[in-house]
């Protein structure tokens, strides 16, 4: 059910179902607490997805309460956490993301970090800090699948904003929408703007991994894919991604890895 819950929601597009389906499911007697606690967190995340906030803070704090020093207690503070960034409490939400970036989970640890890192790097920015919250309402309506008006968000941010610190992340999130959307000539074209525009910004690196990922698996370049693994671990060599890059590189190129 928890999967099928997930099919409903992620590709059939009918959220009501799905929200259906976790709520019948986490009813049912005996059911082990771990799928429980799972299912708590997708049927949080369908909520969201269809902008009912208080339900689904009501369920991650559930599953953190219940599950408080696993890694589904992580995940559920996570993306608490997340969620209040996305409704503006930069603070609070950063100083939750510093905690976690000590979870046992390698993956709730470098999204807490990028997070955390992103919040300190643009909070105060502005006076008014309305960059940084059209910023969080863009990505909010990317989780929500509201693709149109979250272009909308992002270019109202880029006029608005034209020398804001912001702009890289603009091009990254939309580079995020096109892989989504399945449009990876756009996805490409984003992530290059900003390796060429932002190479020394904190999403530079991210960028170029993607980018060679893309020309790897979908744009099927393999010769381009090669240079820019290999750029990444040069010119990035501090970069979370240098090893794997490194392998990446090794593999194109046709060593015994």
Sequence with gaps: MLEYAELEAFFLNDLDKAIALLDDMIQYPNVDKRIQAEGKLDLADFYLMKGEVWEATLLYSQVDKDF?????????????????????????????FEVLKASTSKLIANDALDLSVFIMDNLGLDTTEQAMQWYADAELLVFQNRFGEAFAKMDTLLAAFPEHKLQDDVWY????????????????????????????????????????????????????AKALYERLFIEYSGSTFAVEARKRYRRLRGDDV
């Design 68 to 96: 408080k020093e696993s890694v589904l207690g992580h995940e559920a503070r996570f993306r608490n956490a997340r969620l209040s960034y996305f409704a503006g409490d930069f603070q609070w939400a950063q100083a939750q």
């Design 173 to 224: 999130l939309k580079a995020a929408v096109y892989q989504k959307k399945r449009e990876w000539e756009q996805a490409a074209a984003m992530l290059q703007r900003i390796l060429e525009e932002y190479p020394d910004d904190i999403r530079a690196d991210n960028a170029l991994y993607e980018l060679a990922e893309l020309y790897e698996n979908q744009l099927s370049d393999i010769e381009k």
